[in-house]
């Protein structure tokens, strides 16, 4: 994974170092990590997350025995390779999306305009009806006029329908009402591409909070833009301080961005990544796994 080649051939250095000795004592330990916290600075984590990855690898590590065919780095990698894991979300079931309401379950998806929200919810729709759902997307961003025909065009593209209404009207309402049109076609998903704007703003916050209340959607998801790194890390803490997220979607994971974000997300927010998208065709989303994810990163 491109945005993470610094990092993954930076540990890989660190740990040759310690190979070829027989147990791990805390000089060795100490070192190795001081370089990982380097790099996981480097690669943009947070600050506070970076220090309380050290420092549980570290107690892990030390005075670990060297069991049978580990080398050293080996075991030290594989300690990594746990928090690493555990940092990015864990194998909790709360990584998976929720879909166990009764139909029509309702995602709605929040971000700042450029996220890729657009596009994500297209992405998302298509990755749905290959599971054998009947989504029905929703154009309710009323602030930028191009999404509703982008969200029209990207519908025909993968024949899902999209529900719209002229430009002018309520998108509380839109959301609304999108939900007895659901009901009408059968559809047993329905996605909310909700206003997005280039900042944070009272009045969008507003909008999403009374549809949030009105509609109450099954899952609330963050787009989020990982190339933006800490940026992303800090409007996350806000959308959720405004409307409890139920989870995010990680976009632009295929950029040349540090990784951070991905990285420091889930802890500092505490909501769970649950899918990324990793380039601009309708099929470049995946569900987020922080096991794979894990693995790729350290290469
Ligand atoms: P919105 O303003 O949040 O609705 O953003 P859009 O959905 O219109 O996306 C903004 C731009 O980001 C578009 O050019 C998308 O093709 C691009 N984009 C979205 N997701 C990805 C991704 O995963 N990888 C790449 N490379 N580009 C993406």
Redesign the pocket.
Known sequence: MAMFESLSKRLEGIFSNLSGQGKLTEDDVNAALREVRIALIEADVNLKVARQFVERVKQKAIGADVMGSLSPAQQVLSIVNEELIEVLGGTDDKNKLDLSGAPPNVIMLV??????????AAKLANYLRKQGSRPLMVAA?MY?PA?VK?LQTLGKQLTVPVYSEPMGANPVDICANSIAYAREQACNVVILDTA?RLNIDERMMNEIITIRNRIQPREVLL?ADAMTGQEAVRVAQDFNQAVSLTGMIL?????DARGGAALSIRSVTGVPVKFM????KMD?LEPFYPDRLASRILG
């Open positions: 971000g700042l305009q450029g996220a890729g929200k657009t596009t994500t961003d930028r999404a982008q997005g787009v976009t632009k994971m295929d950029g998208t990793v380039g601009e470049a």
